[in-house]
């Protein structure tokens, strides 16, 4: 069988008949083990779980957990932590004595936590198998380990898009959006030259820039690991292209001198009020560009990073199950996550339905982007039939990042890039530097 980018058994290019086959004879030689004891989750009604979040919409989380309560007669009691410290805190419940039963986690933690037994291994559990195979090819490793372990289910997923001035476009001369990063670069100097500051946005910030390195590499064409899960970018010529174009971006002026510890919100007023034409993040943030109702809001639209050529990033974050948790409580614990993080009991992606209407989230399936209540419930000026093109066929999820080590070079990621943006480093020397960093962490972790 193929391997992944970071070393799995489960070859991405398979049918979803073969995989689900594939699985589960793989589930159901695991079964025994895992499903020691379990029952069905009829069975399993009256239990209480506990489940943690972090502080996204924590109404809509309450909504949807009163939703399960009420329908399996079981408890939740919800704890939340803040976004920032939250690996720092999930991690301490997980090794004291109040742990989680179902936690959101990030992703690049997910095999981590599996590995320290803080998480279980969901293979064998009934429709395990099934919710892996019914996901988009492309995003099935963020959840399968590289031993084929089911590490976790989503919580939501995002692609990383380019939302836009129509009218600054248009008065620059242009009749699309960039094809390319350099065009990217063109078309913001012209901007520039019409009366716009600081054409383009993004949040560079040192915790999150290792999500752009990813996505200026494939939106260049470059691979940025190999199947072990080592980096190779370096090696790749066109590398130097993308930093060189990275930094050039900063020191030339076209974004502002401040984006580099600006946040979100910034971003998005400096969009809604005609002062930026560019703002590369996840798809989602055009709602609240739109909705913000600013002198430029209806201006905006939404495209992909790079016309032609190249992908972008799909990321997102995920849900997992306690590594303690046994019996009825598991059983519970289980059908909470199908729900959460894929269908319901009637086969309905009900979740995820909630979350399109109060955020604009995806889901890594194809039958989200197909479900007719999804589609009512995404505001009409987001392009879902883009979306769906770009989780499909342009974009790709960089399986190394959910590797056990990769939290290490995350944290090395922002001052290497800040240095090479503020001028103290060159492309070469970037390039150099990002690999010895991921080749210390893979190293520091044992692998």
Known sequence: MESTENGSSLNLNMDRRTLLKSMGVAGLASAPLLNSGM?????????????????????????LVANWSKQ?????????IPNVGYTAGIQARQRGGKPADVFYNFAYNSQKFVNQKWAADLRGLPGAEKMV???????????????????????????????YNKKMVAAAGFNSTPNSLQETYDQCKKIKANGVESPYVAYWVKDFVEEYLHVYLLAGNVQPFDKKGDPIFMDDPKTLDVLNWWQAMYKDGMTPKSVL???????TSSMANGQ????????????????????SSGDISQAKIV??????????EVIQMGGKVTGAKKAAAWDFMKTYGYKDKSGKFTTFQKWAASGA????????????????????????????????????????????WYQGFQAQCGTIIHDLLLGNSNARATANALAIACKTAKSGSGL
């Open 133 to 163: 195979a019914d996901m988009f090819p492309s995003a099935r490793s963020r959840f399968v380990a590289e031993n084929g372990a089911i590490v976790s289910a989503p919580y939501f997923s995002a692609v990383h898009m380019l939302q």
């Open 276 to 295: 930026a034409a560019f703002y590369a993040l996840h798809h989602y943030f055009l709602r609240d560009i739109v909705e913000s109702k600013g002198p």
């Open 361 to 404: 989230l995806c889901a890594p399936y194809p039958g989200f982007f197909t479900d007719p209540k999804v589609i009512a419930a995404f505001p009409d000026y987001m392009d879902l039939s883009l979306i769906k093109d770009t989780f499909q066929n342009a974009s790709d999820i960089v399986p190394a990042r959910t590797s056990p």
């Open 72 to 80: 399996t007669k079981n408890k939740v009691n919800i704890s939340f």
């Open 307 to 316: 016309g032609t050529g190249g992908k972008t990033l799909q990321m997102g």
């Open 261 to 267: 510890t600006d946040d979100p919100g910034k971003h």
């Open 39 to 63: 029952m069905s989750a009829a069975e399993a009604a009256g239990q209480t779980i506990n489940f943690t979040a972090w502080e996204y919409q924590p109404d809509t989380i309450k909504s």
